[in-house]
């Protein structure tokens, strides 16, 4: 019988290949591109098959879900990612499990993670997201606002400015976007040479954002199969 160990040894063996046939298409090296497994609505028994089988980043977008799985998942040698939109009520609980925090896109939110990172003592790694459409409920701050956003994060104790992340808009080609996205981080680097991370790519479209420098590809359907649609 299929166990899930199996399933998920299967779907991380399939992104492997995707990622490794992308790379080398973009004339890339594999180590270039981080594998971030986003594990939403699967248990801390998927974290834990996940990193028996090799990986080492693991991210979730809601913090109700993300605290307490973080905290079950405690001793595993994980960095911890939050993707998705954010409360700067939430920023004390997300502070004290996350390493990066790919959806940062206003400067009151960088302003209370830095409070909760500092009195915590913690040091968090924060991406500026970026809106590649008109789309407000998507999160994302606008190209013209990255620069105000990224000098704040630079200069906010307890955080450090690690680079740019999106999410390509819904039903459009996804290429341009992410050749946007590319152009944007050229220009944040100019500024902040360190900030050289580029978080883009998901299920359909990670051979696309590697093609165009993603850095950083999060994946979810495609290593733990589709999620079940929940009501918030
Ligand atoms: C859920 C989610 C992903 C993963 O999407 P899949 O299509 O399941 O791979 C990536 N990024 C963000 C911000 C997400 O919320």
Known sequence: MKTRRDEIAAGLAEVER???????????????????AVTKTYPASDVGILTELGVRDVAENRDQEAAPKAAECSGLPLTWHFVGQLQTNKARSVVSYAHVIHSVDRLRLAEALS????KAGREVVCLVQVALDDDPA???VAPAGIPPLADAIAEAPGLVLGGVMAVAPLGADPG???????ELSSAL??????????SAGMSADLADAIA???THVRVGTALLGRRKPFVR
């Open 189 to 198: 680097r100019g500024d902040h040479p360190g900030a050289t991370v580029i």
């Open 115 to 118: 409070r909760e990172a500092v």
């Open 212 to 214: 165009h420098g993603a």
């Open 176 to 182: 341009p976007a992410f050749a946007r996205l590319r």
């Open 18 to 36: 995707r990622i490794s046939e992308a790379c080398e298409a973009a004339g890339r090296a594999r180590r270039e591109v981080t594998l971030v």
């Open 138 to 140: 998507r999160g994302g």
